[in-house]
Structure formats: C-alpha cells, structure tokens
C-alpha cells in the first residue's frame, strides 16, 4: 500500500469521525481538550477529531417508571406503592456538567421522595388526596432536579397494594356504610311517607264529602275484580245516620213496609 493512499484514508477517517448529525430533539454539549465551549445543534456538526468531544442529550419527555417502594404510612399501615415521572431537559450543560448520569440520579431522587412523602400520610389520606400527593411529589422532586438541567412535569402515583387483611377490613367497613346508607334512606322513605298520610287525614277530616267519595272508591275498587261477585249497594251517609238515631231512640231498628 503506497504511503500517499494511506494518507488517503487516514485523511477521509478523520474527516468521517468530524461530521456529526444532531436530530431536532438533540443537542451535543461540545467539550475543546476538556473545557465546555457550547451548545450545538440540531444538524450538521463539524469537531475537530482528537481535541474536540460531544457529549449527545435528548431534550424529549421521558416516561420513567419508579419502582414499587415498601412503605409504611403515618397510620403504621405497610404498603407497596409505585408510580410513574415525566421530566425532560431543558439546559444541556447541566445535564452533563452538573451530574454523572442525570436518568440515573433523577430515579434515585423519585424513589427516595415518593417513601418519604407516602409516610407522612395515613392510609385514608393517601386513597382519598392522590391528587395532592401527586403534586407534592412533583414539587419536591423538580426542586432537587432543577440544578441538574431537569424540570420534572408531573409525578402519578399509579398502583397502592394493601395487605389482604387490610383489603378485607376495608371491604367490611364499606359494606357496613352501603347497609347505613340504605337504612337512612329507608327510614327517609318512611318518614315522608308518614307525613304524606298525616296530611291526607287532616285533608279529608276538612271536607267531609271527600270522605264520602274516598269510601265509594274504595267500594268500586273491591267489587270490580276477577273471579268477584260481590255487590255494593251505598247508602246516603244522612239516611245511616238517621238509622243510626233512631236506633238509640227506641232501642232497635227495622224497616217497616
């Protein structure tokens, strides 16, 4: 091989290991014989091979899942819970200058915050005000990320497993509540029902003709039926009343022709 396409090659190496290609969602943090000297990208990157070196960054949200933790709660209730951080990048230079491995610090920094703040909750708390775990989660872990580059946008708790004894005292309790529930709007029922009937009495000892026709319905109701042959002839309440007169007066009643 001649001297001259050697140089060729070593030439063409160099000039190939030079050129870099950054996507829209990455930038290369450029480093000239280990002093940070900037930022580039997207696109076409030239570094001079040998004295210069890029460090890639993707500034896309990522989705990392933050593994069950063994936790107890304020109420000394032992649970497992996991969950889920979105965070991006939004400073390149200190997401390499700043911290070794920033995904790997801001898992670390997720896992310790989410025991330490389940803890401070009682059970209860933490099944009824996930929203606002969430966001004291957030909070809390975008404050320590913030000198690193990174800016944490949500944190969801996604999945609390209780002891089985724990589930089972929890179904009682809200079977127990279901069955009060029922019993309050039963004896609700009851009560209006009462006080309906307490006024239909007081209406109908008012009007007295409003007796009289309540008593022929009731009389048509019981004789119209299948398989009824029942008649019922009514009489004017006056004329039953008279009867009913005379026979005090004279001691019995009949009907004479």
Do not use: C
């Not at 390499?96 to 209860?124: C, F, H, K, P, W």
């Not at 949500?154 to 089972?168: N, T």
């Not at 609700?188 to 009462?194: D, M, Q, V």
Request: charged share 25%; aromatic share 8%.
């Amino acid at each position: 091989m001649s001297p001259v396409f050697l140089f060729i090659i070593i030439i063409g190496f160099l000039l190939v290991s030079s050129v870099k290609i950054l996507k829209e969602y990455e930038r290369g943090v450029v480093f000239f014989l280990g002093r940070y000297t900037g930022t580039k990208g997207p696109g076409l990157i030239f570094l001079i091979p040998g004295l210069q070196k890029m460090d890639k960054v993707e500034l896309r949200t990522v989705a990392m899942d933050i593994p069950s933790q063994d936790i107890i709660s304020k109420d000394n209730v032992t649970l497992k819970v996991n969950g889920v951080a979105y965070f991006r990048v939004h400073d390149s230079e200190k997401a390499v200058i700043s911290v070794e491995n920033y995904l790997m610090a801001t898992a670390q920094i997720a896992q310790t915050t989410l025991r330490s703040v389940m803890g401070q909750y009682e059970l209860d708390e933490i099944l009824t005000h996930r929203d606002q775990i969430n966001s004291k989660l957030q909070t809390i872990i975008d404050e320590q990320t913030e000198p690193w580059g990174v800016k944490v946008s949500a944190v969801e708790v996604k999945a609390i497993d209780l002891p089985i004894e724990m589930q089972k005292a929890m179904a009682r309790q809200a079977q127990a509540e279901r069955e009060k529930r029922a019993k309050i709007i039963s004896a609700s029922g009851e009560l209006e029902a009462s006080e309906r009937l307490a006024q239909a009495a007081a209406n109908l000892d008012k009007n007295r003709n409003a007796i009289i026709l309540r008593y022929l319905d009731t009389m048509k109701e019981i004789s119209v039926g299948e398989g009824k042959s029942t008649t019922f002839f009514p009489l004017p309440i006056d004329f039953l009343n008279a009867m009913a007169s005379n026979s005090k007066d004279k001691g019995s009643f009949k009907i004479e022709d």
